[in-house]
T-cell receptor
Framework: NAGVTQTPKFQVLKTGQSMTLQCAQD?????MYWYRQDPGMGLRLIYY???????DKGEVPNGYNVSRLNKREFSLRLESAAPSQTSVYFC??????????????????FGAGSRLTVL | GIQVEQSPPDLILQEGANSTLRCNFS?????LQWFHQNPWGQLINLFY???GTKQNGRLSATTVATERYSLLYISSSQTTDSGVYFC????????FGQGTELSVKP
């Protein structure tokens, strides 16, 4: 049981290049998320997908697009990378949308992270 | 939007010591989670605790939702407890605090 798998683990881009970060989960979770982590700023939500077929903006969506390809996969695309997008990116999933309720189904499981450097 | 503040920002302990980490939030929440990020970057969920108290081994957490705070207790700390501890609350989105960086010295 792999949990949440992100690829690639490391990537170096030049300004203006595009790339896609892939995320897949094998836990049959309904909800998936993309976060970025920058020094001293904790984790900030980029986009999320509460259920298959839906996507919504998080705190810092500018410069990114997402695709919920199916229930297992949620990709994050940088169309024209900028140095400000240098960061560590984390994908996460949860059985139910982490928006609320008293159910433990909202617990997030994270992938190992993808370190992106934009020169 | 909801604000999440964690304290202290940094903490250095000797192995065997106890510690309390705090998470304050600015509005009522119905989803609060504690995470540990180890020195290799892996994020692991410790507790889902929108209210009440839970314990898991040497770790326990208490959330007093009416007073808008949560506490994470670490007893008899070990070097493997080192890393960054985050709380996350739901405020329209699942918002993370900036974390408490814990270093446990042997």
């Amino acid at each position: 049981n792999a949990g949440v798998t992100q690829t690639p683990k490391f990537q170096v881009l030049k300004t203006g290049q595009s790339m896609t970060l892939q995320c897949a989960q094998d836990m049959n979770h309904n909800s998936m998320y993309w976060y970025r982590q920058d020094p001293g700023m904790g984790l900030r939500l980029i986009y999320y997908s509460a259920s298959e077929g839906t996507t919504d903006k998080g705190e810092v969506p500018n410069g990114y697009n997402v695709s919920r390809l199916n229930k297992r996969e949620f990709s994050l695309r940088l169309e024209s990378a900028a140095p400000s997008q240098t960061s560590v990116y984390f994908c996460a999933s949860s059985e139910a949308y982490a928006g609320g309720g008293l159910s433990g189904a909202n617990v997030l499981t994270f992938g190992a992270g993808s370190r992106l450097t934009v020169l | 939007g909801i604000q999440v503040e964690q304290s202290p920002p940094d903490l250095i302990l000797q192995e065997g010591a106890n510690s309390t980490l705090r998470c304050n939030f600015s509005d009522s929440v119905n989803n609060l989670q504690w995470f540990h990020q180890n020195p290799w970057g892996q994020l692991i969920n410790l507790f889902y605790i929108p209210s009440g108290t839970k314990q898991n081994g040497r770790l326990s957490a208490t959330t007093v939702a009416t007073e808008r705070y949560s506490l994470l207790y670490i007893s008899s700390s070990q070097t493997t407890d080192s890393g960054v501890y985050f709380c996350a609350v739901y405020g329209g989105k699942l918002i993370f605090g900036q974390g408490t960086e814990l270093s446990v010295k042997p």
